[in-house]
């Protein structure tokens, strides 16, 4: 990616985690919701939000319709915000990625203890 792709994806990330904790009032959104990343088109014309959720299947997707559902309110406020040529589409995915290296380290953390007692020094 470019520096100013770069740059960009943070700005987004940034303004859009701030309007999520200060203007949007939606029910569905669960109250642990995070930001993980932005991947934003090289025309700068389309971005991927990518969104975090701590709960079960129904609390995040209630939250992925509910960020969906606001993508109007929030690009006319990042277009107030930020200066920008065209306010990019905004749509909103699920990562889970934060979920599955817990998984993971889980899964370590089981193998480590057994594989360390079956030692032997030397």
């Known amino acids: 990616m470019t520096r100013r792709v770069d740059r960009v994806n943070a700005l987004l990330r940034q303004e859009i985690s701030q309007l999520l904790v200060t203007e949007i009032k939606d029910p569905r959104l669960s109250s642990v919701l995070s930001i993980t990343h932005v991947d ?34 929030l690009r006319r406020e990042l277009s107030r915000r930020l200066s920008f040529r065209n306010t990019p589409e905004l749509r909103f995915v699920l990562d889970d990625s934060i979920e599955y290296g817990a998984r993971l380290l889980e899964i370590i953390e089981e193998i480590a203890p057994n594989s360390g007692n079956s030692e032997e020094p030397l």
């Open 40 to 73: 934003i088109s090289k025309d700068l014309r389309y971005a991927k939000v990518f969104v975090s959720v701590l709960g079960d299947k129904g609390a995040k997707a209630q939250s992925i319709q509910a960020l969906n559902s606001a993508t109007g309110f």
